[in-house]
């Protein structure tokens, strides 16, 4: 067999035409959304109002096992994608590794990460169905970016409202957001009745995506011919980034690869659901499947320290309930937290197919680790990582390590989210050795359980 190359690409052609509804497979589905007026089961009627009418019948559907991807969204797709397999050699190299270590990156669109694959569908939707306006959160930024990127380029407008320590750390994100066309607003702020109450409780918070979540749904709400659209979590989003595991699939059949191990950092959830997904199409089948990590941060550990059961998706309790691993609405973490993934829950496919086992294993790792791992990979490999992708590269690392010792030649996937380059407050402090980790006390952690709902079905 001749050598795999470095970048495996796809052609144009080769880019999917239709995502995997990985839900479709899942035996047992997770549980639906509740309305907490009534506790019973969301519904179109009452979801139409927040999201597009097409997202929430995606979010509604667990039958169709792929959902055709528009040719708008997919000739927009061209510009940036398929976006390129790499053949770590310089990472197994330099780590004296056995293990074959591919990673797929995500971070080569303007926006620096995956979310612009599910931007540009939900503003497409929105365009179709004659909406004017779009409303969203954005924490480290990347997802405000990606959103208005997509709408600028459907001539929609975008109010974002960004989590206010993160606001302050990146006025960078705020000039690019900017230059699309939207309107950022850091939030907790006085536009809405949310941040209002949030802010007369404590003049000084600085802000969770929950509480952006908030706002930004209370606007949509209000304002005629607006609706809201969310960058994770939710079962449409994480179709959407299907793109990428379907994407890898093919890459690796060519080469003849199948990955023993896939890895992707958690933060919603949506892009380890979507570079997972076809593969968990194996497992769910029960066929020859991948042993799946969930990387999150010690910080903000849903996965490895949350509770299972329904919770509100926002602080201000606008939001459905959604049976997830969470840390409570209420969780705020350490502002020393720079590396994203900060959210309290996950989403709901990803919680349930862990709490069933098809997820093997979730892991927390620190920050300090991530950024070690994170200069590590720069080095060698070229790439500037986002600490968000550092989490999955600090254990792809481990795991290539672990084939040292037993020299396993293990083929190992992971998720390379995104670019660094709007993180460099981050890499300072990592640089000149002012980096600290937090890890929550079981205390701090209760204080977010306490804010969780009674829910007794
Ligand atoms: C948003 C983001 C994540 C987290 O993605 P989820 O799909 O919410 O888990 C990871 N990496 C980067 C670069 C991001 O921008």
């Known amino acids: ?15 999917p035409r239709a995502w995997y509804n990985v839900r479709a497979d899942m035996k047992p589905d997770h549980p639906p959304f509740l309305n907490p007026g009534t506790m019973k089961p969301m519904t179109l009627e009452e979801l139409e109002p927040v999201f597009c009418t097409e997202c929430v019948k995606q979010e509604l559907n667990n039958t169709d096992r792929f959902i055709e991807i528009p040719d708008e969204i997919r000739n927009f797709y061209k510009m940036y994608r398929p976006s390129p397999l790499v053949r770590a050699y310089c990472l197994e190299r330099e780590l004296g590794t056995p293990a074959h270590i591919y990673y797929k990156y995500e971070g080569g ?24 306006a779009l409303t969203t959160e954005t924490g480290a930024g990347q997802w405000g970016t990606a959103l208005a990127m997509a ?35 850091p939030s907790p702020s006085d536009t809405t009745e949310a941040g209002r109450k949030i802010l007369a409780a404590d003049p000084n918070n600085t ?37 990428i595991g379907l994407e890898s699939k093919i890459a690796m059949e060519k080469v003849d690869e199948y990955p023993d191990i896939v890895i992707g950092c958690a933060g919603g959830g949506s892009n380890l659901g979507g570079l997972m997904a076809p593969f968990m199409a194996d497992k769910l089948a029960g066929k020859t499947a991948p042993h799946f990590i969930a990387v999150e941060p010690a910080s903000c550990p849903s996965l490895t320290r949350g509770r299972f059961g329904y919770d509100f998706c926002d602080v201000g309790h606008v939001t459905p309930l959604a049976q997830m691993y969470t840390l409570g609405n209420g969780f705020i973490p350490s ?14 496919v990803l919680s349930q197919l862990y709490h069933d086992g098809y997820i093997d294993e979730a892991r927390a790792v620190t920050q300090t680790e991530v950024f070690e791992a994170a200069v590590k990979f720069a080095r060698v490999e070229g790439i500037l990582p986002a600490p968000e992708s550092s989490h999955a590269i600090r254990v792809a690392v481990d795991e290539a390590l672990k084939c040292k010792e037993t020299g396993e030649e293990k083929t190992i996937l ?16 990592f640089n000149e050795g002012r980096m600290t980790d937090y ?3 079981d205390e701090d952690l209760e204080k977010g359980f306490a804010t969780m709902p009674k829910v007794s079905l």
Do not use: W
């Not at 006025?171 to 900017?178: E, I, L, N, T």
């Not at 995506?209 to 449409?236: C, M, N, P």
């Not at 992971?414 to 402090?429: C, I, K, S």
């Open 1 to 15: 067999m001749s050598k795999v190359p470095y970048k495996i690409y796809l052609s144009e052609n080769e880019i």
């Open 109 to 132: 669109n303007t926006s620096g990460s995956h979310k612009l694959n599910s931007a540009i569908a939900q503003a497409y939707y929105a365009k179709q169905q004659g909406l004017k």
């Open 151 to 185: 709408c600028g380029y459907f001539g929609l407008d975008l109010t974002v409202y960004m989590v206010k320590v993160s606001a302050e750390q990146k006025p960078h994100r705020r000039a690019v957001m900017q230059t699309y066309g939207a309107q950022v607003i």
């Open 207 to 243: 802000g969770s995506l929950g509480t952006a979540i908030s706002e930004a749904v209370e606007v949509a709400l209000q304002k005629e011919g607006t609706r809201y659209a969310l960058g994770s979590v939710l079962d449409h989003v994480l179709l959407h980034q299907t793109i």
């Open 335 to 348: 502002a020393n937290h720079a590396g994203g993934l900060r959210y309290h829950g996950m989403s709901p």
């Open 414 to 429: 992971f998720g390379l989210t995104g670019t660094g380059y709007f993180d460099l407050t981050a890499y300072t402090a």
């Open 439 to 441: 890890i929550p006390t």
